[in-house]
């Protein structure tokens, strides 16, 4: 699902196709590899963003008290860690089977990015990610605290359909964003690109953006996104949710 999504979104793919189109080209090309690419940094980073993440937002609730404020603040710091892995994984899924854009792996990834632009190229798109995971965790984990709390002809949601749809409310709040920091780290960083003016800011990836497609295109890549966002969340909420509870029962 997420490289289905980062490829809908990216403009390096033909922006006439749309998920049915694009699942199926990749599938015919490149085969199943394809759609796994960037999985490796995904793994080996995953635990450590996410726990970096869940402390942030313990801690500052705690504090605060109240959970959209906390997972404001969780979200705007846990960026800072979250962007390198982000930038891999999405120049991981812009690869493809052959040709100039032929996959080459995270480590030689990483070695031709590093020698090109310095280690500070894994924070392109930064300023996107802090908006975006700023206003999105806000929502998010209030949504969540809210839904568990809430009752439905007496009866409250389970816990996964509440991490569910908090996900769902994290993307659809922040699709617009999300689209423009995709550009962002799914450009062509070339030395030639940058001559040509083809590096974008984010200012720039938004007028792209709105110009070429309207508002609607930055909700390019929609329904990949919420598919993948409400089974994720869904389960790692309900993880979370458990976990905590067991932590307080002192059964951890």
């Known amino acids: 699902f997420d490289t289905i999504k980062t490829r809908l979104q990216s403009r390096r793919f033909d922006l006439s196709h749309g998920p049915v189109v694009i699942v199926r080209n990749t599938y015919a090309r490149e085969g199943l590899r394809a759609f796994f690419q960037g999985l490796t940094p995904r793994l080996l980073t995953y635990s450590a963003v996410k726990f970096s993440l869940f402390s942030l937002y313990e801690h500052f609730r705690s504090i605060v008290g109240s959970s959209f ?131 974008l800011n984010p200012m720039g990836a938004f007028m792209g953006v709105y110009e070429s497609q309207g508002m609607l295109g930055f909700y390019r890549g929609c329904s990949p996104t919420l598919l993948r966002t409400f089974f994720g969340q869904a389960v790692a909420l309900s993880i979370y949710d458990a976990a905590s509870q067991a932590l307080e029962a002192g059964e951890l």
């Open 69 to 199: 404020v906390a997972g404001g603040m969780a979200g705007a710091l846990n960026a800072a860690v979250s962007c390198p892995q982000d930038l891999l994984k999405s120049q991981l899924q812009m690869q493809i089977a052959s040709g100039a854009d032929a996959y080459r792996g995270p480590m030689v990834t990483i070695r031709s990015l590093v020698h090109e632009h310095g280690v500070a190229v894994f924070w392109r798109g930064y300023r996107t990610l802090f908006v975006r995971d700023a206003l999105g965790y806000a929502i998010l984990y209030s949504t969540f605290a809210n839904l568990k709390q809430a009752r439905f002809d007496e009866r409250r949601l389970p816990t996964w359909a509440c991490g569910g749809i908090s996900g769902l409310c994290f993307y659809l709040s922040t699709l617009p964003i999300d689209r423009v920091k995709t550009i962002m780290m799914t450009q062509d960083f070339s030395r030639s690109a940058a001559r040509n003016g083809r590096v």
